[in-house]
Protein backbone atom coordinates (compact mmCIF):
# COMPACT_ATOMS: atom_id res chain seq x y z
CA UNK A 1 0.00 0.00 0.00
CA UNK A 2 1.77 2.99 -1.14
CA UNK A 3 -0.96 5.75 0.14
CA UNK A 4 -0.61 7.61 3.16
CA UNK A 5 -0.72 6.26 6.58
CA UNK A 6 -1.87 7.47 9.65
CA UNK A 7 -1.16 6.27 12.99
CA UNK A 8 -3.65 5.88 15.12
CA UNK A 9 -6.73 5.42 13.76
CA UNK A 10 -8.57 6.01 16.97
CA UNK A 11 -7.69 8.45 19.97
CA UNK A 12 -9.21 8.80 23.20
CA UNK A 13 -8.09 10.24 26.22
CA UNK A 14 -8.63 12.33 29.00
CA UNK A 15 -8.02 15.97 29.31
CA UNK A 16 -4.63 17.26 30.20
CA UNK A 17 -2.83 14.25 28.57
CA UNK A 18 -0.07 15.06 25.82
CA UNK A 19 -1.42 12.61 22.56
CA UNK A 20 0.73 12.11 19.68
CA UNK A 21 -0.14 11.27 16.26
CA UNK A 22 1.73 10.08 13.25
CA UNK A 23 1.74 10.04 9.24
CA UNK A 24 3.58 8.84 6.96
CA UNK A 25 3.41 10.22 3.58
CA UNK A 26 3.79 8.91 -0.33
CA UNK A 27 7.08 8.66 -0.08
CA UNK A 28 7.89 10.31 -3.62
CA UNK A 29 6.38 13.81 -1.95
CA UNK A 30 7.66 16.21 -0.59
CA UNK A 31 5.15 18.53 1.07
CA UNK A 32 3.61 17.24 4.33
CA UNK A 33 0.28 18.75 5.24
CA UNK A 34 -1.52 18.26 8.30
CA UNK A 35 -5.55 19.40 9.13
CA UNK A 36 -8.23 19.20 11.09
CA UNK A 37 -11.83 18.86 10.70
CA UNK A 38 -14.69 18.59 12.85
CA UNK A 39 -18.42 17.82 12.22
CA UNK A 40 -20.01 19.73 9.33
CA UNK A 41 -16.79 21.71 8.62
CA UNK A 42 -14.24 21.16 5.79
CA UNK A 43 -11.00 20.34 6.60
CA UNK A 44 -8.70 23.58 8.37
CA UNK A 45 -5.47 24.07 7.70
CA UNK A 46 -2.89 23.77 10.29
CA UNK A 47 0.80 23.51 9.15
CA UNK A 48 2.81 22.19 6.16
CA UNK A 49 6.30 20.91 5.30
CA UNK A 50 8.43 20.66 2.28
CA UNK A 51 10.94 17.95 3.21
CA UNK A 52 11.75 18.31 6.73
CA UNK A 53 11.20 22.41 6.96
CA UNK A 54 7.98 23.67 8.43
CA UNK A 55 6.88 26.15 5.92
CA UNK A 56 3.58 27.66 7.45
CA UNK A 57 1.71 27.24 10.41
CA UNK A 58 -1.78 28.61 10.96
CA UNK A 59 -3.33 30.75 13.71
CA UNK A 60 -5.03 27.86 14.83
CA UNK A 61 -1.95 25.80 15.64
CA UNK A 62 -1.67 27.13 19.33
CA UNK A 63 1.20 26.61 21.73
CA UNK A 64 0.30 23.41 22.37
CA UNK A 65 0.37 22.18 19.55
CA UNK A 66 3.53 20.76 17.28
CA UNK A 67 4.37 19.08 14.34
CA UNK A 68 8.02 17.71 13.33
CA UNK A 69 9.26 16.14 10.07
CA UNK A 70 12.30 14.90 10.48
CA UNK A 71 14.60 14.14 7.67
CA UNK A 72 11.83 15.29 5.49
CA UNK A 73 9.71 12.12 6.02
CA UNK A 74 7.30 10.63 8.67
CA UNK A 75 5.66 13.77 10.54
CA UNK A 76 4.60 13.86 13.94
CA UNK A 77 2.04 15.88 15.30
CA UNK A 78 1.67 16.60 19.25
CA UNK A 79 -0.97 18.04 21.07
CA UNK A 80 0.13 18.71 24.93
CA UNK A 81 -2.71 19.32 27.83
CA UNK A 82 -5.21 18.21 25.54
CA UNK A 83 -8.32 20.50 25.69
CA UNK A 84 -12.46 19.08 25.08
CA UNK A 85 -12.09 21.41 22.18
CA UNK A 86 -9.42 19.27 20.49
CA UNK A 87 -11.80 16.91 19.55
CA UNK A 88 -11.52 16.33 15.66
CA UNK A 89 -10.29 14.34 12.81
CA UNK A 90 -6.61 15.19 12.33
CA UNK A 91 -5.95 14.64 8.70
CA UNK A 92 -2.81 14.50 7.13
CA UNK A 93 -2.36 14.99 3.41
CA UNK A 94 0.64 14.89 0.88
CA UNK A 95 1.47 16.14 -2.56
CA UNK A 96 4.44 17.07 -5.01
CA UNK A 97 4.61 20.94 -5.04
CA UNK A 98 1.26 22.61 -6.15
CA UNK A 99 -0.66 19.38 -7.20
CA UNK A 100 -3.40 17.75 -5.24
CA UNK A 101 -3.23 16.60 -1.98
CA UNK A 102 -3.67 12.53 -0.91
CA UNK A 103 -5.07 12.52 1.98
CA UNK A 104 -4.76 9.54 4.94
CA UNK A 105 -7.51 7.95 6.82
CA UNK A 106 -7.21 10.69 9.25
CA UNK A 107 -6.55 9.90 13.33
CA UNK A 108 -10.05 10.55 15.20
CA UNK A 109 -9.53 12.23 18.63
CA UNK A 110 -11.66 12.82 21.58
CA UNK A 111 -10.82 14.25 24.60
CA UNK A 112 -12.82 13.54 27.97
CA UNK B 1 -15.74 36.37 5.47
CA UNK B 2 -14.35 32.61 5.03
CA UNK B 3 -11.74 31.82 2.10
CA UNK B 4 -13.71 29.75 0.62
CA UNK B 5 -17.49 29.79 0.64
CA UNK B 6 -20.40 27.01 -0.25
CA UNK B 7 -23.75 26.03 0.41
CA UNK B 8 -23.90 23.41 3.02
CA UNK B 9 -27.22 22.37 1.62
CA UNK B 10 -28.13 19.23 1.58
CA UNK B 11 -29.33 19.26 -1.76
CA UNK B 12 -31.82 16.21 -1.86
CA UNK B 13 -31.85 14.78 -5.47
CA UNK B 14 -34.14 12.01 -7.33
CA UNK B 15 -31.70 9.40 -9.51
CA UNK B 16 -31.49 11.08 -12.66
CA UNK B 17 -31.44 14.36 -11.97
CA UNK B 18 -28.71 17.17 -12.91
CA UNK B 19 -27.48 19.24 -9.86
CA UNK B 20 -25.18 22.18 -9.42
CA UNK B 21 -22.70 23.62 -6.55
CA UNK B 22 -21.32 26.63 -6.66
CA UNK B 23 -17.90 27.94 -4.69
CA UNK B 24 -16.65 31.72 -4.33
CA UNK B 25 -13.03 32.35 -2.89
CA UNK B 26 -11.83 35.23 -1.74
CA UNK B 27 -8.44 35.39 -3.07
CA UNK B 28 -8.30 36.60 -6.09
CA UNK B 29 -4.86 35.58 -6.17
CA UNK B 30 -5.27 32.28 -6.06
CA UNK B 31 -4.00 29.65 -8.71
CA UNK B 32 -5.49 25.95 -8.20
CA UNK B 33 -8.57 25.06 -8.00
CA UNK B 34 -10.36 21.37 -7.44
CA UNK B 35 -13.18 19.17 -6.31
CA UNK B 36 -12.92 16.92 -3.64
CA UNK B 37 -15.18 14.45 -2.16
CA UNK B 38 -15.92 12.88 0.76
CA UNK B 39 -17.96 9.82 2.55
CA UNK B 40 -19.52 10.17 5.82
CA UNK B 41 -16.50 9.63 8.12
CA UNK B 42 -14.10 8.73 5.54
CA UNK B 43 -11.17 11.09 4.38
CA UNK B 44 -11.64 13.54 1.08
CA UNK B 45 -10.59 12.27 -1.66
CA UNK B 46 -9.48 14.67 -5.31
CA UNK B 47 -12.41 14.14 -7.23
CA UNK B 48 -10.85 16.61 -10.17
CA UNK B 49 -9.34 19.64 -10.83
CA UNK B 50 -10.94 22.96 -12.04
CA UNK B 51 -8.83 24.44 -15.07
CA UNK B 52 -9.90 27.93 -16.42
CA UNK B 53 -11.22 26.78 -19.90
CA UNK B 54 -13.60 24.19 -17.81
CA UNK B 55 -13.52 20.77 -17.66
CA UNK B 56 -15.40 17.64 -17.94
CA UNK B 57 -15.33 14.14 -16.35
CA UNK B 58 -17.53 11.52 -17.01
CA UNK B 59 -20.88 13.10 -15.65
CA UNK B 60 -18.85 15.78 -13.65
CA UNK B 61 -18.35 19.68 -15.17
CA UNK B 62 -16.69 21.87 -13.48
CA UNK B 63 -15.57 25.38 -13.95
CA UNK B 64 -13.80 28.20 -13.22
CA UNK B 65 -14.80 32.01 -13.35
CA UNK B 66 -12.30 34.17 -12.17
CA UNK B 67 -13.58 37.36 -12.97
CA UNK B 68 -16.18 36.57 -10.64
CA UNK B 69 -14.26 34.10 -8.64
CA UNK B 70 -16.50 31.37 -7.96
CA UNK B 71 -16.36 27.58 -8.98
CA UNK B 72 -19.06 25.49 -10.23
CA UNK B 73 -19.67 21.54 -10.35
CA UNK B 74 -22.33 20.28 -12.11
CA UNK B 75 -23.19 16.21 -11.93
CA UNK B 76 -25.59 14.92 -14.89
CA UNK B 77 -27.82 11.53 -14.16
CA UNK B 78 -27.31 11.82 -10.77
CA UNK B 79 -26.87 8.29 -9.30
CA UNK B 80 -27.09 7.16 -5.80
CA UNK B 81 -23.33 6.48 -5.62
CA UNK B 82 -23.00 10.25 -5.97
CA UNK B 83 -24.66 10.93 -2.27
CA UNK B 84 -21.88 12.50 -0.19
CA UNK B 85 -20.19 15.75 0.71
CA UNK B 86 -18.19 17.37 -2.29
CA UNK B 87 -15.61 20.19 -0.67
CA UNK B 88 -14.42 23.28 -3.32
CA UNK B 89 -10.88 23.70 -2.61
CA UNK B 90 -8.55 26.60 -3.90
CA UNK B 91 -4.85 27.18 -3.83
CA UNK B 92 -2.33 29.81 -3.52
CA UNK B 93 1.42 29.35 -4.27
CA UNK B 94 4.26 30.85 -3.94
CA UNK B 95 8.11 29.63 -4.27
CA UNK B 96 7.84 28.99 0.12
CA UNK B 97 4.67 28.53 0.51
CA UNK B 98 1.25 27.02 -0.35
CA UNK B 99 -1.57 25.72 0.75
CA UNK B 100 -5.16 24.18 -0.05
CA UNK B 101 -7.71 26.04 1.80
CA UNK B 102 -11.24 23.90 1.86
CA UNK B 103 -14.91 25.39 1.67
CA UNK B 104 -17.14 24.00 4.37
CA UNK B 105 -18.50 21.11 1.59
CA UNK B 106 -22.33 20.59 -0.17
CA UNK B 107 -23.87 17.53 1.20
CA UNK B 108 -26.11 15.49 -1.81
CA UNK B 109 -27.87 13.35 -1.20
CA UNK B 110 -29.16 11.19 -3.97
CA UNK B 111 -32.76 9.48 -3.87
CA UNK B 112 -34.47 6.54 -5.42
Known amino acids: DTGVSQNPRHKITKRGQNVTFRCDPI?????LYWYRQTLGQGPEFLTY????????KSRLLSDRFSAERPKGSFSTLEIQRTEQGDSAMYLC??????????FGNGTRLTVT | RKEVEQDPGPFNVPEGATVAFNCTYS??????FFWYRQDCRKEPKLLMSVYSSGNEDGRFTAQLNRASQYISLLIRDSKLSDSATYLCVVGFWTSNTGKLIFGQGTTLQVKP
Open chain 1, 93 to 102: ASSFVNSPLH
Open chain 1, 49 to 56: FQNEAQLE
Open chain 2, 27 to 32: NSASQS
Open chain 1, 27 to 31: SEHNR
